[in-house]
């Protein structure tokens, strides 16, 4: 949380706005981590935290343990080169971990405009999203916990998908206005006490505020930060 907290006084109190001395579309981890705030309110989809069984008006924080990050120019502006760009860009030296795209507002509600869900998008990727299998790590018995040869194919330049389960995808609105997309993935095992491996995944957790909230907010109302005062 200390990375958080220095990305907190750079903006707060050093000053850095948005568009102005941060030209950042979204960002990215190497700027002391990544914190996002999904947009609910631009998203034409329902939010992250609604997918993994909160109510909608709960406050919550979903902590995700990434590998790697690419910050993407998309193709196109239209549905498929959005989902071109998708496809395309995912690393095959990440294996089938978890993924997360992040989709600026404007890609966001060109998809869902033509009549794409977040489960029609998840299972295209997961379909479409291939690489020789020579590319792969399966190709090498790297990280495989099932029978490698249950998933190789007949010839080492045949394709097989990055991502078999869907379920392994998560898509999130967020970011500033451009052509950019953000994609997170992460490992789906790491070593366990208990059985050797555990699946790793987003945990989301609700957010209770305290009982004087209502009354703190009213007393640091006036508090703003520097770059309001430009």
């Known amino acids: 949380m200390s990375c958080f907290a220095l990305g907190l006084i750079v903006k707060n109190i050093g000053g850095a706005r948005k568009g102005v001395e941060d030209m ?15 947009n609910e309110e631009e998203s034409p989809w ?14 919550t924080l979903t902590v995700f343990y990434p590998n790697s990050y690419a910050q993407v120019l998309s193709y196109r502006t239209d549905d498929k080169g ?11 030296g990440r294996r089938d971990g978890l993924t997360c795209i992040v989709l600026i507002p404007s890609h966001a509600k060109t998809l869902a405009r033509k009549g794409w869900s977040k489960r ?3 299972a295209y ?20 916990s099932e029978d490698t040869s249950k998933i190789a194919p007949l ?3 045949d394709f097989i998908r990055l991502i078999p389960n869907p379920e392994k995808i998560r898509l999130i609105v967020a970011g500033g206005p451009e052509n950019f997309m ?25 957010i209770e505020l305290p009982a004087n909230w209502d009354k703190l907010v009213a007393k640091y109302k006036n508090v703003i930060p520097t770059y309001a005062r430009y």
């Open 82 to 92: 959005i989902l071109s760009t998708m496809t395309y860009n995912l690393l095959p």
């Open 46 to 59: 329902e939010p992250l935290h609604v997918e993994h069984g909160f109510k909608k008006e709960d406050s």
């Open 24 to 38: 950042g579309v979204m960002g990215n981890p190497m700027k002391y981590s990544m914190v996002l705030a999904e």
């Open 120 to 122: 029609d998008i998840k």
């Open 155 to 157: 010839s080492p330049s």
């Open 182 to 206: 953000g994609i997170i993935r992460g490992s789906s095992v790491a070593t366990s006490l208990e059985d050797g491996e555990v699946r790793i995944g987003m945990v989301t957790k609700k």
């Open 125 to 144: 990727i997961s379909e479409f999203a291939r690489v020789p299998f020579y590319q792969h790590p399966y190709s090498m018995g790297s990280f495989v």
